[in-house]
């Protein structure tokens, strides 16, 4: 039952943000359409690779854990695509920034980590830290989001700490699943089941899709927050 939950709650973040981003974005409809192609395409992927995973025993690629080949790739694409293609940028930059922050709220799913730490399906403190983490960023991010829409007036300050505090998240979460890995010679946290979840679907969807995504996103809100802060420089002078 908790992996029917995760696989309807991990495919709808994934479509919901892919789809706003893609949506809102400044793109010709032959480029959109090709965005949720290459997103779908993607998908497919992390299914065959989730596949592929499941035969194999904990250290059988050597050093290199199994949910780290997608989430190495993806994030590699996404941010090659943000630095060397200035399309990709711009096209990402011209979402409005409340829609940015706002994808951000699916993190409140952060709740199933807990879920599975109770469960005893994942260890601590990588289930406990990347519960707790994603559900008070996701909680900020509606909070704000929902702020900027209505058009509150509020300091720019509070989002560059949230984003801060949402990237460190983020780090902290990768870090703490590949030090609690099994089958890796550099594990620090030896209580079972270590993080062998994340290697299975629907629990794959997490690294292999959606921490990519979010961290690109929020590179993106740091440039936008940064550009806004410019311009505010220069109207004042």
């Known amino acids: 039952m908790l992996d029917m939950i995760g696989a309807i709650f991990g495919a709808a973040l994934y479509t919901t943000v892919v789809g706003v981003l893609a949506g809102l974005a400044s ?11 290459a997103a779908a395409m993607w998908l497919a992927v992390v299914v065959a690779a989730a596949a592929v995973f499941r035969d194999l025993a904990p250290g059988a690629l050597g050093h290199i854990p ?7 790739a993806l994030l590699l694409l996404l941010h090659g695509g943000w630095l060397l293609a200035p399309q990709i940028r711009s096209a990402l930059l011209s979402v409005p920034l409340p829609a940015l922050i706002g994808v951000h709220a699916g993190r409140l799913g952060g709740v199933l980590f807990l879920v599975l730490y109770a469960d005893g399906r994942l260890s601590a403190p990588f289930g406990p830290a990347a519960g707790i983490g994603d559900i008070v960023t996701g909680a900020l991010a509606l909070l704000f989001a929902a702020m900027l829409a209505l058009r509150f007036d509020m300091s720019r300050s509070w989002l560059r700490l949230w984003n801060a505090f949402g990237v460190l998240d983020l780090v ?7 030090l609690s890995a099994p089958g890796i010679p550099f594990r620090v946290f030896f209580d079972a089941p270590g993080t062998q979840a994340m290697t299975t679907l629907p629990w ?13 996103v929020h590179v993106a809100i740091a440039a936008k927050l940064k550009t806004a802060a410019e311009a505010s420089r220069l109207a004042v002078a």
């Open 27 to 37: 793109l010709r409809p032959a480029t959109r359409i090709a965005v949720f192609a």
């Open 66 to 72: 199994p949910s780290l080949l997608p989430f190495g």
């Open 172 to 178: 902290v979460a990768v870090t703490l699943g590949l």
């Open 204 to 216: 794959l969807f997490a690294p292999a899709m959606l921490v990519p995504i979010y961290f690109l």
